[in-house]
């Protein structure tokens, strides 16, 4: 069965300083890797996935990914946040086969930046 | 832009009572998945279903069932609500057509409803 790890509750950023969330995943076989965010009240919207080739993903309002086979992790960055990026991120991992299109979730990180 | 629209964003249900949970789709999505969120344990899979009259169960059924009659909505059914299922719900869909490719496809939410179970 796959999971996902999110080692951190909540991190605090200062505006316009690099940010990172950590997420660590198991599962059989290679992984589809995903980053959501959730705003106050609101449902989940996609961020950017990983699914196969370069390792650095980009997605939506500037943030990246680093998948790591090796390490197993697939952090969230940015590299200067902003105060309207807190919000709680959600990573999230599905098996390249035999898993259809189910999702396991990790716990969430609150991201609170500061000004 | 996808949209996926659920009945109501809050509830609030007496112990014992018949809940019913609307999710509509415009998209022509195959997949579509019930969700609850709780502090603390993230997003945990309900029901998820892959055409038209088809369902699985997921992570935590028990307590829960769902109906699939149509292919743009997937409703989820509390068949007599308790304390415990007080939560936000969370209802997404996916293009996942059979025979292709598709694991990969993101999920599109729904804004949730939030359920209070007196």
């Known amino acids: 069965a796959q999971s996902v790890a999110q080692p951190e509750d909540q991190v605090n950023v200062a505006e316009g300083n690099p940010l990172t969330v950590k997420c660590t995943y198991s599962v059989s076989g290679n992984p589809y890797l995903f980053w959501y965010v959730q705003y106050p009240n609101r449902g989940l919207q996609f961020l950017l996935k990983y699914i196969t080739g370069d390792n650095l993903v980009k997605g939506s309002y500037g943030f990246e990914a680093e998948f790591n086979k090796s390490q197993t992790s697939f952090h969230l960055k940015k590299p200067s946040a902003l105060v309207s990026d807190s919000a709680l991120y959600f990573c999230a991992v599905s098996p390249l086969t035999g898993g259809g299109n189910k999702l396991t979730f990790g716990t969430g990180t609150q991201l609170k930046v500061e000004l | 832009d996808v949209k996926v629209t659920q009945s109501s964003r809050y509830l609030v249900k007496r112990t014992g009572e018949k809940v019913f949970l609307e999710c509509v789709q415009d998209?022509?999505?195959?997949?579509m998945f019930w969700y609850r969120q709780d502090p603390g344990l993230g997003l945990r899979l309900i029901y998820f279903s892959y055409d038209v009259k088809m369902k699985e169960k997921g992570d935590i059924p028990e307590g829960y069932s769902v109906s699939r009659e149509k292919k743009e909505r997937f409703s989820l059914i509390l068949e007599s609500a308790s304390t415990n299922q007080t939560s936000m719900y969370l209802c997404?869909?996916?293009?996942?057509?059979w025979g292709t490719g598709g694991a990969g496809n993101e999920q599109f939410f729904g804004p949730g409803t939030r359920l209070t179970v007196l």
């Open positions: 997404a869909s996916s293009f996942f057509p």
């Open positions: 998209m022509d999505h195959e997949n």
